[in-house]
């Protein structure tokens, strides 16, 4: 599903965009957000609470019970101190070992704690951004270790391919080891490479 639900300060709006686009959107500006997982069933009512104004967490003296959607699957939020994205088992909120992205990808931290039971957790409640998707905490798991797989291999296929044409720089004469960006045995503030064939 390429849709998302977010909050605004003053207005409530769908979103036609990927989950995953909007959140490295949002990572690289280093906003503060907290993505909440929702069923297909809890969406639906969603869609339709908008339609009429606003989602029901914004009515005073709303009880849990009568919003018609659980606000509590807390599954990504933004981690200022660390500069971050956490990311929570809702299912498990007081599990010890948790996931984090940043911008070398996705780790996996054995000591690291769900959104719920994390020290700073109420410094997480004053978030700028609520995102609410149907993806689950195993569907963006799964996109973020497919994606790192995706950019492992073409930095791998990149390195191999520079082995195996083979470089040499026109600015000093000497061959260049190492990657296309290589300028280490230059002398000049300009490393000029051009493809060399005949290796």
Known sequence: MSKIIVMLENEDRELNMSLYDFIDEQYRKANSIMVCHVTEEEYSNMEKQI???????????????????????????????????????????????????????????????????HPMARGFAFCSLRIYTTESYRDIIAHYEARQTIDELIQQKTKELAELIGHHCRTCNTECCGGLGDNNNCDRWSHDISLNFSK
């Open 51 to 117: 339609k009429s104004g606003c989602l029901n967490e914004r009515l005073p003296r709303i009880t849990v019970q009568d919003m018609g959607y659980n606000r509590f699957r807390y599954v990504v939020t933004y981690n200022r101190l660390e500069n971050n994205l956490l990311v929570s088992d809702y299912d498990n909120p007081n599990k010890i070992g948790s996931y984090l992205i940043d911008s070398e990808g996705l780790h996996y931290d054995e000591k690291g704690y769900q959104i719920t039971n």
